[in-house]
């Protein structure tokens, strides 16, 4: 008999399942010492069920008996210095203190109150060897209208203007108007903290005609 071919599976959720003791008390420690947050509670008054989230992860806690040997959670998060700093403020168990490791993660190890090895981690993105990067000229060809907005994006003396004056220059500019090199001078005579709202408004008021139209 032929094995038939596996279906074409979509799955974009994986749920660690943690047997513990008392669901209360890991919500608790889970959401107070940990920083996640409750989900939900399922199975009366006190539940035997409950989903803790960190981000956009969620973790299964359900009523058993522990049972940490060999199992362990790994989480991928945006700092973990900063989660690090957390749980040791709030006297968290360290199993292995923060670390850039080789397998390109910065990452350390805690303990919960049922004894489960927990790891948090971020990834290094500047790991291995120094990239040089080498810039060449290329020729291109552009559509009109950005080419315009290119050159209105330039100064008098032909180079680029600093990032807040290209940030506001290509604000007008999505809203589907051509700004005329003259705002820029706006934009640049403006002292340090002016409302962007005004500004804004100051430069649409130089607009000379709709993108659409060139």
Known sequence: MAIPA???VECDQVHAVLAVKDIPAAIDFYTKKLGFK????????PPTFA???????????QKGTPSPQGCGVTFLVGDADQLYAFHRANGVEVTAEIADREYGIRDYGVRDLN?????????????????KIERVD???RLEKRLSALL????NGRGEPLPFAQFLFQLVASGAGKR??????????SAPLGADPAALLQAMQRRVERPLANL
């Open 115 to 131: 004894g489960y090895h927990l790891s948090f981690g971020h990834h290094l993105f500047n790991a291995g060897p120094p990239i």
């Open 138 to 140: 290329v020729p291109v």
């Open 38 to 45: 409750l989900g939900f509670t399922w199975g009366g008054d």
């Open 151 to 154: 050159q209105d994006l330039r």
């Open 6 to 8: 596996p279906p074409f």
């Open 51 to 61: 989903g803790v989230n960190i981000g956009k992860v969620q973790v299964f806690l």
């Open 179 to 188: 700004i005329e090199p003259g705002p820029a001078i706006i934009v640049r």
